[in-house]
């Protein structure tokens, strides 16, 4: 396999686990207001305006986590605490920690 074609493996991944994957949870565990929850946790991704504190605001050499600070491990402990509270505090918990976890696979999970 080609480095440009892992590339774009790895491009689609990112944005499928970001905007495809998140159905799948909301009709798992949120079923009855499953579209509600879908688009409460795309909003999570304005996590990624920390990205225009950035220079390059874009880096894919970079790996997000624990560089933005929207992206530090302090924030992600915040977004853990944030399981604990019920209705939309709890989905948006899961849309950040979900964010989380894509851009963390998406840095350490393929090869630079």
């Known amino acids: 396999m080609s480095p440009s074609d892992i590339s774009l493996i790895k491009t ?3 944005y ?3 905007l495809v994957f ?3 949870i909301a009709l ?3 079923r009855e207001n499953w579209k509600k929850a879908y688009f409460i ?3 999570t991704m304005l996590v990624d ?3 225009l504190f950035a220079h390059p605001i874009f880096d894919p ?3 997000s986590i624990g560089f933005h600070f929207l992206h530090s491990y302090y924030a992600i ?5 944030l399981l604990f509270f019920k209705g939309n505090i709890r989905i948006i918990g899961i849309g950040l920690l979900f964010h989380m976890l894509t851009d963390f696979q998406d840095f350490y999970f393929w090869p630079h």
């Open 12 to 14: 689609c991944t990112h």
């Open 16 to 18: 499928f686990l970001h």
């Open 22 to 24: 998140p159905v799948f």
């Open 28 to 30: 798992l565990f949120f």
């Open 41 to 43: 946790m795309l909003a």
């Open 49 to 51: 305006a920390d990205h």
């Open 61 to 63: 050499n970079r790996g």
């Open 77 to 81: 402990a915040v977004y853990f605490l």
